[in-house]
């Protein structure tokens, strides 16, 4: 079993940034995807950024240039640093593992509200 805890939410005034981290634990194999997703409220749930046990990442068109996803291998811990924030990135952020079998795992979620 896997298990994924976040940290970092909060409420930021637009413009502002936050760093969210999440440290994966149990029985995690080397090769895999670490990214975060986000869901606001009356939407449905949305890649934000990913990243491969590799170092390849793949980003939103709408977090480009102001989001940048990174991990600790050693650590198994994914970062999703937050800049330039917007209204419209106020959600519930959700870390996710893709394992080499294609099975997801999912934190509890972390709350980014940011206020204009």
């Known amino acids: 079993q896997v298990q994924l805890v976040e940290s970092g939410g909060g409420l930021v005034q637009a413009g502002g940034s936050l760093r969210l981290s999440c440290a994966a634990s149990?029985?995690?194999?080397?090769?895999?995807?670490l990214g975060w997703f986000r869901q606001a409220p009356g939407k449905q749930r949305e890649l934000v950024a990913t990243i491969t046990s590799g170092g390849s990442t793949n980003y939103a068109d709408s977090v480009k240039g102001r989001f940048t996803v990174s991990r600790d291998n050693a650590k198994n811990t994914v970062y999703l640093q937050m800049n330039s924030l917007k209204p419209e990135d106020t959600a519930v952020y959700y870390c996710n593992m893709r394992n080499r079998w294609r099975v997801d795992y999912w934190g509890q979620g972390t709350q980014v509200t940011v206020s204009s």
């Open positions: 149990g029985s995690i194999f080397s090769i895999n995807t």
